[in-house]
């Protein structure tokens, strides 16, 4: 039961009932659902900084995940960026070096971006300058790999051509000597067994009974099969990158002229016929149509023991055979 207020009227020297003006009573209903709401509204507010709403723990969520991958993948872009500089080394230093090609310059490699600002489309994001650093190492990763992949086509296209030379390139002895007993005239001022006066010998002589076989030094072209005078029957192989071989005084030849060969082809027989004082190989080989010492050119079936062995040999003055 509520309680009943009164108040001392001094008029008339008695107390009187309090009565409550319907106004005043509205005032403080008012006024109590106000302070309810505005506590409501403070501990909402307080209440929702502590505790987040589903979706927002979903969204903190997500960014956390993003902030994570990004961290990642930054982590795998430095990564890829030092395999990148270790290949790059490789590259100018050793495959470049070993096909005689030119390093490309760091420059080249590792030249930045000009024109206009190509980032301002990823400004105005809360994170920007994350977004803009990652696509930016992205770009420059880009182009370096690009470079790369240009100068290892470049390198592949050398090592095609490299193989192709190594192959073309005079390399074995044009018939087999395995015991070395067959050289018997090197490279030099020599007596002509004919002639009878000193001259320079620009090849080897190989003796060999007439029949044994010749093989070509390297791959090539057949640019002459002949008989002349000096040399008899004789072909000249045009290997390409300025070498020429000579194989002269065949007793028969098996190649003739545009035939292409292969190292270790057979060409042709030992023979005895121009002028040549017994069964025997000259051999020549031309650079550039300058004459080169043939004992540089068996690197490929002889031992430095036996390589050794056939230079002390050739040195031996004393008369050719042609």
Do not use: W
């Not at 009187?16 to 509204?41: G, H, N, P, Q």
């Not at 300025?242 to 005084?249: D, E, N, S, V």
């Amino acid at each position: 039961m509520a309680k009943v207020k009164y108040y001392y009227d001094a008029d008339t020297l008695s107390y009187r009932k309090i009565k409550t003006k319907k106004s005043d009573y509205y005032k403080r209903t008012l006024f109590v659902i106000t302070a309810v709401l505005l506590v409501a509204f403070i501990g909402f507010i307080a209440f929702s900084q502590i505790i987040m709403s589903p979706n927002e723990r979903a969204l903190n969520r997500e960014n956390e995940n993003l902030k994570l991958n990004y961290e990642l993948l930054a982590k795998r872009m430095q990564e890829s960026s030092e395999i990148l500089a270790q290949l790059q080394e490789r590259d100018n230093n050793i495959y470049r070096m070993y096909f005689e090609a030119n390093p490309i310059p760091d420059e080249q490699r590792k030249a930045g971006f000009g024109g206009v600002n190509r980032y301002k489309s990823l400004e105005g994001y809360d994170n920007s300058k994350m977004i803009k650093n990652l696509t930016k190492q992205v770009d420059i990763l880009s182009k370096q790999l690009v470079v790369q992949s240009k100068s290892l086509d470049e390198i592949v296209s050398l090592a095609k051509e490299k193989e192709k030379m190594l192959a073309a390139i005079p390399a074995i002895q044009p018939v087999k000597n395995e015991d070395l007993k067959r050289m018997a005239s090197g490279y030099g001022m020599r007596m002509h067994p004919i002639l009878k006066y000193r001259k320079f010998h620009k090849g080897m002589d190989f003796t060999a009974p007439t029949g044994t076989p010749i093989y070509a030094t390297g791959n090539g072209t057949v640019i002459r099969a002949q008989r002349s005078a000096t040399f008899g029957n004789v072909i000249y192989i045009d290997h390409g990158y300025g070498y020429k071989t000579i194989y002269a005084h065949m007793s028969k030849m098996v190649k003739r002229r545009r035939d292409k060969v292969k190292r270790g082809d057979l060409i042709g027989y030992v023979g005895n016929t121009g002028l040549s004082a017994a069964p025997h190989l000259h051999y020549e080989i031309h650079k550039n149509d300058r004459a080169l010492n043939p004992i540089n050119f068996y690197y490929g079936d002889l031992t430095p023991e036996e390589f050794i062995a056939m230079q002390k040999s050739a040195e031996e003055e004393g008369q050719s055979y042609d």
